[in-house]
Structures are given as C-alpha cells and as structure tokens.
C-alpha cells in the first residue's frame, strides 16, 4: 500500500496562488496526477506527468514534484477553482489516491 | 465525441449483488484499459481495479479482490464492474475512467452510478 498525505483544506483570497501539496514516501521517483473534483461531478483531469497541463486546462495550473512532496499551484485563484482537489500515483500496477483536499476561495 | 456513459443508480439489499455498465464512444474501446474508483458519501476517491478490454487482463486492489469481477463487451464497448457481497460500507458513486499515455493517467471519467445499499 502507498500512502498519500493531502491537507484537509486550503483557503485562498481570490487573486491569489494556492498550493496543495500530496506527500509520500519518495514520491518524486513516481510521476503524479492532480484532479480536480466539483460538487456532484466526475473528476477531472488537471496535470499529469507532474506538470503537464491536458487540452483545455488553464494556465494558472501547475504541478510539481520532487523528494517526497508534489504540489499543485492554482495562481490567480477564483471562485470557479473552488472543488476539491486529489493526486494520485501508480504503484506496482495499483493507483493510489491521496485523500483530497477542499479548495475554498473567499 | 469521447464518452463514457454509465448505467443508472442501484438500490440493494445487504448480501445483494450489483452490475454496473459503462459504455464507451468516440474511440478505440479496445485499445485502453478502464480502471473502477468509488467514492463514499463525502469521502474521498478509491480505485477498486482495472481491465484491459482486448486482452482480458485485469487487476484488482486488494481489498477488492474477492468481491470484484471486471468484464468487457466488445461488440458494444462496454465495461462492467460486478460487486457481490454488499454491505452498507459498499454504498457509493462508482465511476468509470479511461487510463490513457505511457503514465495511464484518468482522462476520460463516466458521469457516475450511484449505488446505495
């Protein structure tokens, strides 16, 4: 089993960068995905290979990952980034999330 | 257009069993595996397992070993997730997603089944 570490919550003013961080035991030797879940959706897609950004996801998203932390960036938050937010990481042909992490902009 | 479209919500009684459908369009259904994740009431994402569709191949996270069983239909494109064994603690949204790339990242999600059991 692999145990991913998220902060419950993060708060940000609208306008400003959040971060939300996953950790886990070298979890930079793994390539790390972010996924953005809203209310009652599906989640989505927002990094994967640790920094890539799909079609269609804006700018303001970033990832990163060394050592044992990953980390998304929302620069320039606003209010449509409120959601929770989840990395996740394959490990010997399992997938493992970590527990996520709500998003508030106020 | 990509798509992953689920069969509706389930209601069942403990001890019962569920099949959920997941049906793909707009690709090449035999070409990416479909992996399962559920989530709980206000809880966070569980992945359950996954299934090559054109091989057959599948592989389940532990927990879920004795009680999952994935297949795929071909000729229509559609995965299925069999759960037996209910209990409460199955109760659930059950998601489908398509792994796709060298990293086998989600990014194609169903809408969701909701079973309450």
């Known amino acids: 089993s692999f145990e991913l570490a998220q902060p419950h919550s993060v708060s940000v003013s609208p306008g400003q960068t959040a971060t939300i961080t996953c950790s886990g035991d070298?979890?930079?030797?793994?390539?790390v995905c972010w996924y953005q879940q809203k209310s009652g959706q599906s989640p989505l897609l927002l990094i994967y290979?640790?920094?890539k950004r799909p079609s269609g996801i804006p700018e303001r998203f970033s990832g990163s990952n060394s050592g044992n932390t990953a980390t998304l960036t929302i620069a320039g938050a606003q209010d449509l980034d409120e959601a929770a937010y989840y990395c996740?990481?394959?490990?010997?042909?399992?997938?493992?999330f970590g527990g996520g992490t709500k998003l508030t902009v106020l | 257009q990509l798509r992953l479209v689920q069969s509706g919500p389930e209601m069942k009684k403990p001890g019962a069993s569920v099949r959920i459908s997941c049906e793909s369009s707009?690709?090449?259904?035999?070409?990416?595996?479909i992996s399962w994740v559920r989530q709980a009431p206000g809880r966070g994402l569980e992945w359950m397992a996954w299934i090559s569709p054109y091989k057959g191949y599948t592989h389940y996270a532990e927990e879920f070993q004795d009680r999952v069983t994935l297949t795929t239909d071909t000729s229509s494109n559609t995965a299925y997730m069999d759960m037996k064994s209910l209990t409460a603690d199955d109760t659930a949204i059950y998601f489908c997603?398509?792994?796709?790339?060298?990293?086998?990242?989600?990014?194609?999600w169903g809408q969701g089944t909701l079973v309450t059991v």
């Open positions: 290979q640790d920094s």
């Open positions: 997603a398509r792994e796709y790339g060298d990293g086998n990242w989600f990014d194609l």
């Open positions: 070298i979890l930079g030797n793994k390539y």
């Open positions: 996740q990481i394959w490990d010997s042909r399992t997938a493992f």
């Open positions: 707009g690709y090449i259904f035999n070409n990416y595996v």
